[in-house]
């Protein structure tokens, strides 16, 4: 049986070199450490993190040099509090930089009233919507965002996420069917686990909404530990809840699987929160791409029964 075309690229987000949210982590490790290893290892592309150049022609040119391609780029989006109007004069400095550098998705994480910074208020203080009619209300106003980015060749990829209003698969479920096809999914494995959920059943359901992947790895112990001793987001990465593929509890076989067979094009991003000083950031990375590079190409060893 002939199978879908499987036109996927490997990437990588700065995270694992340094740390966005707790700049403790990694903070002495320069950028050009992380775009020299990363290239090294085999890797397509990064996301942006807060140590690279935001202006246009300044990005291109830096990873032109190390023969990497920009993937995209985190957006802090507020329209759980504000307007269309205000988030799109918000978010134009950020959309000009990706879409000049042939970024297809924008990674939208919600910030508004989250609490995935805030080391001190565990996760069971998350935000919550009010009621249907409060994420209706949000849905609308994603779906006309989304469909703003589109004119720019920019889809929105939406980041479910721990600590903010979409975390469970409950969220998820109604954050697609409040939205639009303008609004794309981002899956991200660790946090579709974490989040109370199957990751693979999750990605099943919402297949035909995923534009962007992040392979996040975890460690269901930690995970216990975090919600029976009431951690924050942050407390809960500093423990090891995450790590790259092939190193925790999730099936990126069928993960992958799944992609293959619905003839995912895009990329799949390693993305795992660790101090590097624990998990060595070349180590790990290299293993996160093994794992995936085996996956896509068909070469990973099947495990014995």
């Given amino acids: 049986m002939a199978s879908n075309p499987f036109e996927v690229k490997i990437g990588i987000n700065p995270i694992s070199w340094s740390n966005d949210d707790l700049p403790s982590l990694g903070g002495e490790t320069p950028l050009s450490t992380a775009l020299t290893e990363g290239r090294e290892i085999g890797y397509q592309g990064f996301e942006l993190g807060n140590k690279f150049p935001r202006d246009p022609d300044a990005l ?43 970024c297809k998705v924008m990674v939208y994480g919600e910030v508004a009233d989250s609490i995935q910074g805030e ?74 686990y974490f ?29 216990r530990h975090a919600r029976n001793r009431q951690w924050s987001f942050l407390d809960a990465v500093l423990n090891g809840v995450f790590t790259v593929p092939g190193d925790g509890a999730i099936d990126f076989a069928a993960i992958v699987g799944l992609l293959r067979e619905n003839g995912y094009q895009g990329w799949l991003i390693v993305e795992a929160e660790q101090d590097p000083a624990v998990a060595p950031s070349y180590a790990y990375a290299s293993l996160g791409y093994r794992t995936l ?6 070469t990973a060893r099947q495990e014995a029964a």
Wanted: with cysteine.
């Fill in 195 to 223: 989040g109370g959920g199957d990751p693979l059943a999750v990605l099943h359901k919402h297949i035909d909404r995923v534009c962007h992947v992040h392979c996040k790895d975890v460690r269901p112990a930690i995970i």
């Fill in 60 to 102: 291109r040119q830096l990873m032109a040099s190390y023969q990497l391609e920009v993937v995209s780029g985190w957006y802090s989006g507020r329209l759980a509090k504000r307007s269309v109007e205000e988030e799109i004069a918000a978010v134009e400095p950020h959309l000009r930089l990706l879409a000049a550098n042939g």
């Fill in 293 to 298: 590079r085996a996956l896509v190409d068909g």
């Fill in 119 to 192: 080391r001190g208020v565990p996760l069971y203080k998350r935000p919550r919507f009010n009621g249907d009619d409060a994420f209706k209300h949000y849905g609308e106003r994603l779906t006309a965002f989304g469909r703003y980015l589109l004119k720019h060749g920019v889809r929105l990829a939406y980041h479910h996420h721990m600590g903010a209003y979409v975390e469970s698969p409950q969220d998820i479920d109604r954050a697609m069917a409040y939205t639009g096809n303008e609004v794309g999914l981002l899956f991200d494995s660790g946090h579709a």
